[in-house]
């Protein structure tokens, strides 16, 4: 089975900065893809970017496109989400996802493995 566990959120001033980390464990996939997912409250949990696990491609939502970057460290096996020019609308809990395949989808249901979740919160 395959664990996840975010790290890396917390409390920011908007147009800052911060990484999260989503260490995976476990027995992966032949083809694996990776993603981000987050939530604010009172809102549908929305996809942010996805990656394809040694692979090249990947996907961002169009809200974040140009601030945040996702990468991966095979050695680590761990993804990350770099995120830039933080705005207070990006506040959420942020969930690391994983699925079969190297599809790139946007919804969540397409995603077999959740992390916890980890806070990021952006202040005005």
């Known amino acids: 089975q395959v664990q996840l566990v975010e790290s890396g959120g917390g409390l920011v001033q908007a147009g800052g900065s911060l990484r999260l980390s989503c260490a995976a464990s476990?027995?992966?996939?032949?083809?694996?893809?990776m993603a981000w997912f987050r939530q604010a409250p009172g809102k549908e949990r929305e996809f942010v970017s996805a990656i394809t696990w040694g692979g090249s491609m990947t996907n961002y939502a169009d809200s974040v496109k140009g601030r945040f970057t996702i990468s991966e460290d095979n050695a680590k096996n761990t993804v990350y989400l770099q995120m830039n020019s933080l705005k207070p609308e990006d506040t959420a809990v942020y969930y690391c996802?994983?699925?079969?395949?190297?599809?790139?989808?946007?919804?969540?249901?397409?995603?077999?493995?959740w992390g916890q979740g980890t806070q990021v919160t952006v202040s005005s």
């Open positions: 476990g027995r992966t996939f032949s083809r694996y893809a």
């Open positions: 996802a994983a699925k079969k395949g190297y599809g790139l989808g946007f919804s969540a249901s397409l995603y077999d493995y």
